[in-house]
Structure formats: structure tokens, C-alpha cells
């Protein structure tokens, strides 16, 4: 038994506003969230809802993971572009080349984001949520394939990425040299232990995998966090 990816959880200072530019981007459903989040319920097959959290302190450096946004044409790439900056967007630079494809911009907080030029073989099988892509070491790459049951589908040059059998966006990984480590991650993974599964086998499991059992001041009751072989923070619901 494995573990159910339920969300990706997105800490912010304005949460609802945060969502709300998500919510339109995306074409998502917003839902109730029971522990005091706003919830984005997807409307397509990507696996994992999105989850909008309070923290008041601000954004630091650039994020370890962020989206990939696909396009079907270039006429497409600019009106996914020309929404996200009528929603609230910027522009931004992390790095790239001028004649990079690619888009990069970042939320209202400030969350990197990018749209993805058409015709990338890579994401050729995934919807508009193309990818999340992560920083991160070939064997954090490993942990994850294993901890959620999902198979390896790019593996090269220390450079990895998942897939659900059910389809929706890669996990990738973008293997060394990571950026270096500002705080904590404002983005993690929460995870559902299996319906008929014992809970603290689960955990037991993501021990033995590699995963290690850290106290935090995330003050959601009912989950016990963890971070994965890289020190990246996740969360499994235990109630």
C-alpha cells in the first residue's frame, strides 16, 4: 500500500486572494478546507488538489517547485501569459535566456510559475498543469517514485521524473546543483494514507524509505510532518 498525493499546499499571506488567481487561471473548482485553508478542487486529471494556507511571513528567495503551464499553440502561450498578468502576474526573471521558449512568471506572492512553449515532447501526454517541478537530488527522485507508487518515467543524468498511472502532470527533478536552502519551503506535499491502511505503517514505511520525522510549528492538528531525503517538508494526514 502507498500513500495518496492529496494536495499541494501553498503557504500565503492572503490566501483567499491567493487562490482566487488560481482558481481563474486554472479553471479550478474552490472548496471548503477543513483546516482553515482554501481549497482548489481540479477540474481536469490532475491527481492532487491545491491548498492555500495562512502564514504571514513573507516569501524568501526563489521557490524549490513550481508549475509547468502547457500550450497548444503560440497564440495559446500568449493569451495563458496575457491572463495570468490581467489576474495579477508578473514578469520575472530566475535566470533565463532571452530566447528561452519558455514564460516565467510569478503569482501575486510571488510564486514562480511557468508557460511552457507548444510542442515540448516532454509534457506532449500532460493537460494544462503540465508538470511540477521541483529541485531536487536523483534519489529524492527515487523516494518519491516509491512513496506515492508512481513509476519512473524520465531517469537521466541524475535528472528524474514521476508520473501517476492514472495520468495527469510529471513530478520532475532537476537534479544538482540544488539551490541553496532559505527557510522553510513555502510549498509541501500532503499525503493521504490509504483508506484501509494503517496509518503508522505508513509512516513506518516512509521511514525505512528514507523520509525522517521533524517537529515544526505548522500548528495543523490531526497530520504528522516529515521530510523527505532532501529536507523537504511533507505532511500525512492522520485524521
Known amino acids: 500500500m502507498t500513500c495518496d498525493l492529496f494536495a499541494v499546499c501553498v503557504e500565503a499571506q492572503q490566501p ?5 488567481f488560481w482558481s481563474e487561471l486554472l479553471g479550478w ?15 481536469d ?11 504571514q511571513q513573507p516569501k524568501i528567495g526563489q521557490n524549490p ?15 495563458t501569459v496575457a491572463r495570468a498578468v490581467a489576474l495579477g502576474a508578473r514578469h520575472v526573471d530566475v535566470g533565463q535566456r532571452p530566447d528561452d521558449p519558455h514564460v516565467v512568471l510569478a503569482d501575486p506572492e ?7 512553449e507548444p510542442g515540448n515532447n516532454f509534457l506532449a501526454e500532460c493537460g494544462f498543469v503540465g508538470a511540477l517541478a521541483c529541485d531536487g537530488s536523483q534519489q529524492v527522485g527515487y523516494f518519491w517514485s516509491a512513496a506515492l507508487g508512481w513509476p519512473l518515467v524520465w531517469d537521466q543524468d541524475q535528472e528524474t521524473a514521476i508520473r501517476s498511472p492514472h495520468g495527469g502532470p510529471k513530478i520532475t527533478w532537476g537534479g544538482p546543483p540544488l539551490l541553496p536552502r ?14 484501509d491502511g494503517d496509518q503508522q505503517a505508513e509512516i513506518d514505511r516512509l521511514l525505512a524509505l528514507g523520509a525522517t520525522r521533524i517537529d515544526t510549528d505548522r500548528g495543523e492538528a490531526g497530520r504528522v510532518t516529515m521530510a523527505d531525503p532532501d529536507g523537504n517538508e511533507f505532511c500525512v494526514l492522520t485524521a
Do not use: W
Open 110 to 116: 510571488g510564486n514562480e510559475f511557468c508557460v511552457i
Open 45 to 55: 486529471d490532475t491527481g492532487f488538489r491545491l491548498r492555500f494556507l495562512a502564514n
Open 182 to 195: 532559505k527557510g522553510r519551503n513555502r510549498l509541501h506535499f500532503d499525503l493521504a494514507p490509504p483508506a
Open 29 to 43: 473548482e474552490v472548496a471548503d478546507d477543513p483546516h482553515d485553508g482554501v481549497a482548489l478542487l481540479p477540474a
Open 16 to 20: 483567499s486572494r491567493l487562490a482566487y
Open 65 to 79: 517547485m513550481h508549475f509547468d503551464l502547457t500550450s497548444a499553440s503560440l497564440a495559446d502561450q500568449r493569451q
